[in-house]
């Protein structure tokens, strides 16, 4: 594997792809640019079209319209066969017919390369199954499978890795650790990596850079932290991690920041953090960004204080404690305290304040689905 | 026959020492094993006894006493060699056609019908609709469309591959176009259950691996859909070797094509030759067993059965 660690990857650029099937679209103008040696994600939940998008870039697919690139060649037209892309399947898509080394030889064999032995035997060595290349694949176990179909993608040294759920099977453990074997080896071989998934843990933690997919779109696409910190739409806020969204109408705006008002409670954004600064908007924040208090806290224009509510509900969840607090006029609100000793003490039923910091909150460009406008 | 091929294709390792012998489990055995030994060992034995009578000294027709003459066996040999490479060409060609047709009909009806169940239900039934007239019937309309004054003759006299004196009835060709057609779906059904259950999933992944189309299929979708190819080769190929009726005089044959089934058919009721009949009947089936055995072991397939 050594000998060929200089390969690199090349970049993926896929161009107003659009993909209709008879009675749904699957992929709606979608444009999307993958820069190379990249990890990147596409993440929604079933039916979004990230499935389809791989199909599409391996050629299992062919776009209604639009232009697939890779390295700045236009594939759209190739056969699967004639793509250096590979596949690392969900169903792992192993010959049972084939031992498992000749599985990780077939594409080696099929390009005619010379050396396919060698080669194979060290990406089973890779993913540390070298003894078990004689082997039938139903002989293995779930982990074991994915390892060799990674293998038997990663030993072509494609342009390009596509990983379509590869880690969906596993149970938790055994996909944490093979999470940090293929980012482990996707920095070794410095490969381009198309994941597609709808683990939003999984995503964040492995990807460079994360598409959020939903309805055939991409809605917002970024690093994840940047993803996190800055939800835009309503579907990636609540997609990725949790979100507290409060709706109202804008009642003040300067030039920093806008206001809302929701239930008697004024809800401030930074300007710079919110999409939309007119009308009906919905803010945000993370439930671990906000605090609660047993009285009404004494605090600046760069707080934001809503309640008093009560809380309904206490979860412990080990690293924190989560309470759910209904506020009149305002609705739910999710807090997360860790759990570092200091946790206050309170019980069902007790009355609070809710406060964040105006800096934590985000603006969305629309309105979660089932709210109306008016 | 057929189903003994297939019990020695997959040798049941562990039956031996896990055998529980209990009375419930005789009993639910003993109809089966009664109608064996009746109508399958009876017979049987029945059949190579007689293979080894010698011709009654009286010289009487149709009599014969118990002996143990193995100079039956030199004498069919000998004297039916041709019926018997015959039997054996025939089938060997027979099989090949019929798996050239319906490999193509069963992918089509497996694999590309997958997602419209009910054209797939109709073309399945159309394969094994013929089935519903007898057989004889329908060589005999065979017989007729392709009979020496019929449209089809007619165009391979006007085309020159029949001289104006050759006809299509009575020829190898009629014989073993009879022979493909009658035992056809016998391939197709097999060659259908495999591939209704081929992954296409493992097609993709073959294609995704740098195999163009035509090495998907001899890489991938060929040795995955041995079994079936296995099963349609020996239920086609068994029985044709022991027909006699295609080849007969009064189908689609003629003197020139007779097969053993139709030496058999003439020793048993025209010459009262028991013997001679019996004789030729185990050497068929000695033949076929050897065959399908060497068959099953090349092909290797004893763990995708």
């Given at each position: 594997?050594?000998?060929?660690?200089?390969?690199?990857?090349?970049?993926?650029?896929?161009?107003?792809?659009?993909?209709?099937?008879?009675?749904?679209?699957?992929?709606?103008?979608?444009d999307?640019?993958?820069?190379?040696?990249?990890?990147f994600?596409?993440?929604?939940?079933?039916?979004?079209?990230k499935?389809?998008?791989?199909?599409?870039?391996?050629?299992?697919?062919?776009?209604?319209?639009?232009?697939?690139?890779?390295?700045?060649?236009?594939?759209?037209?190739?056969?699967?066969?004639?793509?250096?892309?590979?596949?690392?399947?969900?169903?792992?898509?192993?010959?049972?017919?084939?031992?498992?080394?000749?599985n990780?030889?077939?594409?080696?064999?099929?390009?005619?390369?010379?050396?396919?032995?060698?080669?194979?035997?060290?990406?089973?060595?890779?993913?540390?199954?070298?003894?078990l290349?004689?082997?039938?694949?139903?002989?293995?176990?779930?982990g074991?499978?994915?390892r060799?179909?990674?293998?038997?993608?990663?030993?072509?040294?494609?342009?390009?890795?596509?990983?379509?759920?590869?880690?969906?099977?596993?149970d938790?453990?055994?996909?944490?650790?093979?999470?940090?074997?293929?980012?482990?080896?996707?920095?070794?071989?410095?490969?381009?990596?198309l994941?597609?998934?709808?683990?939003?843990?999984?995503?964040?933690?492995?990807?460079?850079?994360?598409?959020?997919m939903?309805?055939?779109?991409?809605?917002?696409?970024?690093?994840?932290?940047?993803?996190?910190?800055?939800?835009?739409?309503?579907?990636?806020?609540?997609?990725?991690?949790?979100?507290?969204?409060?709706?109202?109408?804008?009642?003040?705006?300067?030039?920093?920041?806008?206001?809302?008002?929701?239930?008697?409670?004024?809800?401030?954004?930074?300007?710079?953090?919110?999409?939309?600064?007119?009308?009906?908007?919905?803010?945000?924040?993370?439930?671990?960004?906000?605090?609660?208090?047993?009285?009404?806290?004494?605090?600046?224009?760069?707080?934001?204080?809503?309640?008093?509510?009560?809380?309904?509900?206490?979860?412990?969840?080990?690293?924190?404690?989560?309470?759910?607090?209904?506020?009149?006029?305002?609705g739910?609100?999710?807090?997360f305290?860790?759990?570092?000793?200091?946790?206050?003490?309170?019980?069902?039923?007790?009355?609070?304040?809710?406060?964040?910091?105006?800096?934590?909150?985000?603006?969305?460009?629309?309105?979660?689905d089932?709210?109306?406008?008016? | 026959?057929?189903?003994?091929?297939?019990?020695?294709?997959?040798?049941?390792?562990?039956?031996?020492?896990k055998?529980?012998?209990?009375?419930?489990?005789?009993?639910?055995?003993?109809?089966?094993?009664?109608?064996?030994?009746?109508?399958?060992?009876?017979?049987?034995?029945?059949?190579?006894?007689?293979?080894?009578?010698?011709?009654?000294?009286?010289?009487?027709?149709?009599?014969?006493?118990?002996?143990?003459?193995?100079?039956n066996?030199?004498?069919?040999?000998?004297?039916?060699?041709p019926?018997?490479?015959?039997s054996?060409?025939?089938?060997f060609?027979?099989?090949?056609?019929?798996?050239?047709?319906?490999?193509?009909?069963?992918?089509?009806?497996?694999?590309?019908?997958?997602?419209?169940?009910?054209?797939?239900?109709?073309?399945?039934?159309?394969?094994?609709?013929?089935?519903?007239?007898s057989?004889?019937?329908?060589?005999?309309?065979?017989?007729?469309?392709?009979?020496?004054?019929?449209?089809?003759v007619?165009?391979?006299?006007?085309?020159?591959?029949l001289?104006?004196?050759?006809?299509?009835?009575?020829?190898?060709?009629?014989?073993?176009?009879?022979?493909?057609?009658?035992?056809?779906?016998?391939?197709?059904?097999?060659?259908?259950?495999?591939?209704?259950?081929?992954?296409?999933?493992?097609?993709?992944?073959?294609?995704?691996l740098?195999?163009?189309?035509?090495?998907?299929?001899s890489?991938?979708?060929?040795?995955?859909?041995?079994?079936?190819?296995?099963?349609?080769?020996?239920?086609?190929?068994?029985?044709?070797?022991?027909?006699?009726?295609?080849?007969?005089?009064?189908?689609?044959?003629s003197?020139?094509?007779?097969?053993?089934?139709?030496?058999?058919?003439?020793?048993?009721?025209?010459?009262?030759?028991?013997?001679?009949?019996?004789?030729?009947?185990?050497?068929?089936?000695?033949?076929?067993?050897v065959?399908?055995?060497?068959?099953?072991?090349?092909?290797?397939?004893?763990?995708?059965?």
């Open positions: 594997m050594a000998a060929q660690a200089n390969v690199s990857g090349a970049d993926l650029e896929l161009i107003d792809v659009r993909k209709d099937f008879p009675g749904f679209t699957a992929l709606d103008d979608m999307l640019h993958i820069p190379a040696g990249q990890f994600a596409l993440l929604g939940p079933s039916g979004c079209g499935t389809t998008t791989l199909r599409i870039v391996a050629g299992l697919e062919t776009p209604t319209q639009g232009q697939v690139l890779l390295g700045g060649k236009d594939i759209t037209a190739s056969k699967p066969h004639e793509r250096p892309v590979n596949t690392v399947f969900q169903s792992y898509a192993l010959f049972p017919h084939m031992s498992v080394l000749d990780i030889a077939f594409g080696l064999r099929q390009r005619k390369i010379a050396d396919y032995e060698k080669l194979a035997k060290d990406a089973l060595n890779l993913v540390e199954l070298g003894h290349g004689d082997r039938r694949p139903q002989q293995l176990s779930g074991q499978q994915q060799v179909a990674l293998a038997r993608a990663l030993v072509n040294r494609p342009s390009l890795l596509l990983l379509d759920e590869p880690l969906g099977a596993l938790l453990k055994l996909r944490r650790q093979m999470q940090i074997e293929l980012k482990a080896i996707q920095l070794e071989v410095g490969l381009t990596f994941h597609v998934t709808h683990d939003q843990e999984e995503a964040m933690d492995m990807a460079d850079i994360v598409a959020v939903n309805k055939g779109r991409i809605e917002q696409m970024g690093a994840p932290e940047v993803l996190y910190d800055r939800p835009k739409t309503a579907f990636v806020s609540k997609f990725l991690g949790q979100s507290n969204l409060f709706i109202g109408e804008v009642t003040s705006s300067n030039p920093s920041s806008v206001s809302i008002e929701v239930g008697g409670n004024k809800i401030t954004v930074d300007k710079k953090r919110a999409e939309k600064h007119t009308g009906r908007i919905a803010i945000g924040v993370r439930p671990e960004k906000a605090d609660f208090h047993e009285t009404k806290p004494k605090l600046g224009a760069d707080h934001v204080v809503i309640g008093p509510g009560e809380i309904i509900d206490i979860r412990f969840t080990g690293v924190s404690n989560q309470y759910l607090i209904e506020i009149p006029g305002v739910e609100v999710i807090v305290a860790q759990n570092i000793g200091k946790s206050p003490e309170i019980e069902l039923g007790a009355k609070v304040w809710v406060s964040f910091k105006v800096e934590h909150a985000y603006g969305l460009a629309d309105l979660p089932g709210t109306e406008e008016n | 026959m057929a189903f003994a091929a297939f019990g020695s294709a997959s040798p049941t390792k562990d039956s031996g020492n055998r529980k012998g209990g009375p419930i489990v005789l009993a639910l055995l003993l109809p089966g094993l009664i109608y064996l030994a009746l109508f399958f060992m009876t017979p049987l034995v029945n059949l190579v006894v007689t293979s080894l009578e010698s011709p009654d000294p009286t010289g009487a027709i149709g009599a014969y006493f118990y002996d143990f003459n193995i100079g066996y030199a004498t069919v040999v000998s004297s039916y060699m019926q018997i490479l015959r054996f060409g025939y089938a060609a027979a099989t090949l056609f019929a798996l050239a047709i319906s490999y193509p009909v069963a992918y089509y009806i497996g694999v590309k019908l997958r997602s419209r169940p009910l054209l797939q239900r109709l073309m399945l039934t159309l394969v094994i609709a013929p089935f519903f007239i057989f004889l019937l329908r060589t005999i309309a065979w017989k007729q469309l392709l009979s020496d004054n019929s449209g089809f007619s165009l391979l006299h006007a085309t020159g591959i001289g104006q004196t050759q006809f299509f009835i009575g020829s190898d060709a009629a014989v073993i176009f009879g022979l493909t057609y009658n035992f056809i779906p016998f391939m197709t059904l097999p060659l259908f259950t495999n591939l209704e259950r081929l992954d296409v999933r493992l097609l993709e992944a073959a294609s995704d740098y195999a163009s189309p035509r090495k998907v299929f890489r991938v979708t060929l040795p995955l859909s041995m079994p079936g190819i296995i099963s349609g080769t020996l239920l086609t190929f068994i029985p044709i070797a022991g027909d006699y009726v295609n080849a007969s005089r009064d189908f689609l044959g003197s020139k094509t007779s097969m053993i089934g139709t030496m058999v058919e003439a020793d048993y009721l025209q010459n009262w030759n028991y013997p001679s009949a019996s004789a030729m009947s185990v050497l068929l089936m000695g033949v076929i067993l065959l399908v055995t060497a068959y099953v072991r090349r092909s290797g397939t004893e763990d995708l059965l």
